[in-house]
């Protein structure tokens, strides 16, 4: 068993969003993504693999196919693979605890960022 603090992977930056792989695993990749306010993510899949999340901190605005969902700390949600996912609006720096399962086998899903 391996044991981790969230807070290490809460971290911002004024260049692009980050994220902080937790867990990437055969699995499962669990991780956090961090949004300064005003920056986005574009519109993408994750193929056969689900994506949980739930937001730490902050708020903004995540855009599933073509229904807008209110992100609010303690927002928890599930997002098929299939469906177009982005977070199009940032109000207040936003952290989002995500794991995605089965793991994507597209290696770009369990890249760090920042």
């Known amino acids: 068993m391996e044991n981790k603090n969230i807070k290490d992977s809460i971290v911002f930056s004024d260049e692009s969003i980050t994220k ?3 867990f990437d695993e055969e699995k499962v990749l669990v991780f956090v993504l961090n949004f300064k306010a005003g920056q986005k993510l574009p519109v993408h899949k994750h ?3 689900a994506l949980l999340y739930t937001v730490l901190s902050g708020s903004g605005e995540m855009l599933v196919n073509d229904k807008i969902v209110k992100l609010e700390e303690g927002s928890i949600g599930l ?3 299939d469906d177009d996912f982005s ?5 207040k720096d936003m952290s989002l605890f995500v794991t995605l399962s089965p793991r994507p086998e597209d290696e770009r899903y369990a890249q760090k960022i920042g």
Do not use: C, D, L, Y
């Open 47 to 49: 193929g056969s693999s």
């Open 79 to 81: 997002v098929n693979g």
């Open 20 to 22: 902080k792989i937790i």
């Open 87 to 91: 977070i199009p609006f940032v109000e």
